[in-house]
């Protein structure tokens, strides 16, 4: 699976630097393209010579040739590579990573980079169990960053513990993984909802709610990693469409519903994710209503439930639901999974710190229709959104 496939290798100045040139080789073996970038100190622990011989490349150390001014343009690197890897990343290294700070060719390329990113700590056990590395490896995770986890065993100081780098074998397996669960979902059409709806009273004023459009941007962008052709039909958020995935914008629940049957008639299942507005005004009124001294009565209408509308209509395609819930979760989740005749429904409590809205981190549980319940930890919106579409591949591919 790594045939063809261009690799950002970030080597940073640790002991385990060593066991970067194997990597280097096994990659290069696999048919990858690599790109070797060093930090200052990597030089120091492993030869650029060694390095540019095995990757077949020069090493890219400085932001410029020193001896003829040519620039290595960090951004062109970052759009060339289909993954990033630091490996061996020390704790320095991921600090920086965690912080944004941007002082040689690695992190300026990190910084850059629009493709997966991998890391793979190396560091002696004390280090590695710090409080600020263990936050810092917590925030690049909810960051969408992979960690390779090290090893338990002897360390470079003399000391036995967690800290040893993942061998090389381990390293392009995790790739591997990664780029053959791309393509599973190839030549299937899928549907995400998302964000809000805007329910407009008069030409200034509407009815909204709080959803941001995360986790649903989220999915789609999973979904089309792996190859699915992907239509998001979105309400009005500040997000880019993730790569590869075609948007629909839509304000209304109304317009959301047209756009959502239109599409879905083409499409071999759906992920409804949008917060929907259950009512709409029932009259809109042409011009701005003025500001009087009395109480401003506002009659609602209800909308149409997208979801159970599908649900009649999907016959033997995939349709999965979202259910946000504060109170009895699973009972209320469970009902809406029956009657609006999904597949599974992806329940988030509001009563669990770091889900639901505007958060990047959520926790879902997942519904299936025989009855089988799986919950899963706090994680980025993005890890959350592969093990959804874990659940769609074991509907899909079954
Ligand atoms: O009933 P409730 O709004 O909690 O159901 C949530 C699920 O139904 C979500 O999957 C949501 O996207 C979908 N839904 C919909 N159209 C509506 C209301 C909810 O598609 N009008």
Redesign the pocket.
């Known amino acids: 699976m790594l045939k063809g496939k261009k690799i950002v290798l970030g080597v940073t100045g640790s002991i385990a630097a060593y066991k970067a040139a194997i990597l280097v080789r096994s990659l290069v073996r696999e048919g990858a393209e690599v790109q070797v970038v060093m930090t200052a100190l990597a030089r120091q622990f492993i030869t650029p010579l060694t390095m540019a011989t095995l990757s077949r490349r020069p090493i890219l150390v400085e932001f410029f040739d020193p001896e003829n001014g040519q620039w290595n343009s960090h951004v062109s690197l970052g759009e060339w590579a289909d993954a990033m890897l630091v490996a061996p990343a020390t704790a320095n290294t991921l600090a920086k990573m965690a912080t944004g700070v941007a002082d040689n060719l690695l992190l300026t390329t990190y910084l850059s980079a629009r493709c997966p990113v991998f890391v793979a700590p190396a560091m002696d056990l004390d280090m590695y169990a710090h409080t600020a590395t263990q936050q810092n490896l917590g925030l690049l995770r909810s960051r969408g960053v992979q960690v390779v986890e090290p090893g338990e065993g002897e360390l470079a100081s003399g000391l036995t513990g967690k800290g040893r780098m993942a061998e090389p074998d381990e390293i392009v397996s995790a790739l591997d993984r990664f780029f053959c669960k791309r393509r599973s979902l190839a030549g299937r059409r899928l549907m995400v909802?998302a964000g809000p709806?805007v329910e407009p009273i008069d030409p200034v004023r509407y009815i909204s709610n709080h959803s941001t459009g995360k986790m649903g941007y989220a999915i789609a962008g999973e979904l089309a990693a792996r190859g699915a052709e992907v239509v998001l039909v979105s309400g009005p958020t500040a997000l880019d469409a993730p790569a590869g995935v075609r948007r629909v914008d839509v304000g209304t629940?109304a317009a959301?519903?047209e756009a959502?049957q239109r599409e879905f008639a083409s499409c071999d299942g759906a992920?409804?994710?949008?917060?929907?507005?259950?009512y709409t005004p029932a009259e809109v009124s042409g011009v701005k209503v003025k500001k009087g001294g009395e109480a401003w009565r506002l009659e609602l209408k209800p909308?149409?439930?997208?979801?159970?509308?599908?649900g009649r209509q999907k016959g033997d395609r995939l349709l999965?639901?979202?259910?946000?819930?504060t109170n009895d979760e699973q009972a209320?989740a469970g009902d809406?999974l029956r009657?609006?005749n999904?597949d599974f429904?992806?329940l988030n409590s509001l009563r669990d710190a770091g889900a639901g809205f505007g958060h990047d981190t959520n926790k879902i549980s997942i519904l299936h229709r025989d009855g089988r319940v799986a919950g899963y930890a706090l994680k980025s919106k993005r890890e959350a959104a592969a093990d959804i579409a874990d659940a769609v591949e074991g509907y899909l591919l079954k």
């Open positions: 909802t709806t629940a959301m519903c959502a992920v409804m994710c949008a917060a929907v507005a259950d909308t149409e439930d997208i979801a159970a509308l599908l999965v639901g979202f259910a946000l819930e209320h809406k009657r609006k999904f429904i992806v």
